[in-house]
């Protein structure tokens, strides 16, 4: 652990927003750590252009598009993003490609990616796709948690999610990935929606590190539909960890970071599209 220096993220799209930004339920981040500019998600919709030109964020300088799974609302923009991000190479699971509906009240709705996102990533040369099939290293100390291991009974995808309109077929979701920082602090977590669930992605780059300490955790937690019993459980999960701070995001909803705010010791701050924050 001897990397020290600040980590910059910048939320790009959010289901809130500050003044002046646009919301939308997406998620989007600019993150800059270790010397590499990675975009992380690339929304669902307009809010993405339009708070990306108020941040002022230069999309030539990506150097990695990371997809944390392949969600509708996490792929709306690769199509733009990549137009505009020449040198940037792309890292996600293969799964990201999966055809997949979310169910209610039998109305099967699609949830993969946009046929248009899709073409542009199959356009692109072999050598700017890196496949996230096991844990990827992006740059020193920055990693991708490839796929991962479902430990927790409790930590189930999050949704009524199936790879079939019928209903038949659950779907896993294991192209989830998380990213993770080693800081002079401990680790810093960066989910996109956790259908792996936190504690299980935490878990896994335990299995990944010696490291121990968990500085952050930010993003998408995937709690707004989800019983208190498993808010209750995830806390308590966190709390045992000792993390440091917690930035809730997107799908993780107001309820989950009340019950965080009356659960946890730690700092816990929604993010909102247009906030900067540095983590340690
Ligand atoms: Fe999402
Ligand atoms: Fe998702």
């Known amino acids: 652990m001897k990397h020290s ?35 992380f998600d690339a929304g669902l919709g307009s809010a993405f252009s339009r708070n990306r030109e108020r941040l002022g ?9 990371v997809l944390s799974h392949g969600h509708y609302d996490h792929t709306g923009n690769i ?17 990201a490609f999966t055809d ?24 692109l040369p072999e050598g700017r796709m890196v496949y ?15 796929p991962v291991p479902r430990r927790n009974a409790f930590e189930d995808p999050g949704g009524p999610f199936y790879l079939d309109t019928e209903g038949k ?9 998380s990213l993770w920082i080693e800081t002079k602090e401990g680790i810093s977590v960066i989910a996109g929606c956790c259908h792996s669930g936190i504690l299980n992605t935490i878990q896994h780059i335990f299995t990944l590190t010696p490291e121990r300490r968990v500085a952050s955790v930010m993003g998408g937690l995937h709690l707004s539909k989800a019983s208190d019993d498993r808010i209750v ?21 107001e309820g989950a970071t009340e019950r965080f705010r009356e659960l946890l010791a730690c700092p816990i701050e929604a993010s909102r599209a247009g906030m900067q924050l540095t983590l340690p």
């Open 79 to 95: 199509a733009p993003a990549l137009e505009a991000a020449p040198k940037a190479k792309v890292c996600l699971h293969p799964g």
């Open 132 to 146: 996230a099939e096991g844990p990827v290293e992006l740059a020193p100390g920055v990693h991708l948690t490839g």
């Open 100 to 123: 997949r509906w979310s169910i209610r009240g039998g109305v099967a709705k699609p949830t993969m990616m946009p046929e248009a996102s899709r073409r542009a990533l199959e356009a």
């Open 169 to 177: 077929r659950p779907d896993p979701i294991e192209d989830d990935l």
């Open 57 to 65: 964020i230069d999309l030539s300088e990506t150097d990695w598009l």
């Open 5 to 39: 220096d600040t980590i910059h993220i910048t939320v790009i799209v959010d289901n809130s927003a500050l003044p002046g930004f646009a919301s939308e339920h997406g998620f989007s981040l600019w993150i800059e750590a270790r010397g590499v500019k990675i975009l």
């Open 233 to 253: 459980n995830t806390a308590e999960g966190l709390r045992r960890l000792d993390v440091g701070r917690v930035v809730t995001s997107h799908c993780t909803g």
